[in-house]
């Protein structure tokens, strides 16, 4: 935990809170009592060590579903798994190559921003590995979206002091897959941190671990960061078919023009999202990540 001056304190949560949530652990929707970024209050002990007494509330909190685990499920429905909460900024993390750019989830990540109200931008790092600046495309696209879109490298800085300037006086959550640089980058902008940085396999080319679990540090005044675990895979929690759509934020003009509220832009007749996509006004790479994600939305009955 970190005290009011930046310090870091081990922290116990008090007995009570557990005896709460083991009380309540039939009925609760979310794998985690306390997540990184929560405000608490606590009592230090002599030893250096603090006691949590209490969990204010959150203004907002990042989570997927819980990955399948037998024992983590209740009668076979996905729980929640909170990454981080009070959050100010999602910043994507993708690289070009090693491993390669994948929209698709990028695509999940702006989802889950939006759904829980954090602003979100995107960062394509490793960007000396694009020769022929094929990333263009995908630069051009998002940021024709309004998202906004940083092109990084950690070998010869750039974007390096754009990103910086970006994140000054918030807390930003860096999130993406195993090997994209996210630690890298960190330390980059933030050489004391000192992060752990792996290598990315011969094998899959597919990043390993280093970041075991999301660590919060203070590194200007007013400024905080939480470097995350690479994720294989994610699947944002409490969203419904009919409500996917408006947090494609460019589908928000046309879903108005839909027949039928309860749209999924799939397969009804009169969809102004469908209309649009046919007309050139929503790109395809956007409008199939947008399919891709409808399939694999659970009707969870937690929700």
């Keep these: 935990m970190l005290d009011d001056n930046g310090g870091e304190i081990r922290c116990f949560l008090r007995g009570k809170i557990l005896n709460e949530y083991k009380l309540k652990k039939d009925k609760l929707i979310t794998l985690d009592i306390a997540a990184v970024g929560d405000v608490v209050e606590f009592n230090l002990n002599e030893d250096g060590t603090g006691v949590i007494e209490d969990i204010l509330e959150r203004k907002n909190h990042i989570s997927r579903k819980a990955p399948r685990m037998k024992g983590a499920s209740y009668r076979g429905e996905r729980l929640e798994q909170v990454i981080a909460a009070n959050v100010d900024k ?58 906004r879109v940083f092109e990084t490298c950690t070998i010869n ?60 540090k203070k590194v200007e005044e007013n400024t905080f960061v939480i470097d995350t675990p690479g994720i294989r895979e994610i699947d944002p929690y409490g ?24 749209c999924t832009h799939y397969h009804e007749p009169g969809c102004g999202v469908i209309e649009a996509y046919r007309d050139g006004k929503i790109s395809r790479e956007r409008y199939e990540s947008y399919l891709a994600l409808l399939e694999t939305i659970e009707e969870d009955l937690f929700f």
Excluded at 94 to 109: A, E, G, I, T
Excluded at 174 to 187: Q, R
Excluded at 246 to 260: A, K, M, S, T, Y
Aim: with cysteine; charged share 25%.
């Design 90 to 147: 999602m910043i994507i993390v993708n690289s070009w190559d090693l491993p390669k750019f994948n929209n698709r989830l990028v695509d999940r990540m702006l989802v889950v921003a939006e759904s829980s109200g954090v602003e979100p931008s995107i960062v394509i790092n490793k960007i000396d590995l694009d020769e022929s600046n094929d990333r263009n495309k995908f630069v051009n696209l998002y940021r024709s979206i309004g998202y």
């Design 157 to 216: 800085n750039s974007g390096i002091m754009e990103l910086k300037e970006f994140i000054r006086n918030s807390v930003a959550l860096f999130w993406g897959h195993s090997g994209v640089g996210k630690s890298s980058l960190l330390n980059k902008l933030y050489p004391d941190l000192n992060f752990k940085v792996g290598e990315v396999s011969d094998y899959n080319k597919r990043g390993r671990h280093t970041t075991v679990t999301a660590v919060m």
């Design 239 to 262: 969203i419904k078919k009919e409500d996917l759509g408006h947090f494609f934020i460019e589908f928000g003009e046309f879903i108005q023009n839909c027949r039928f509220n309860t």
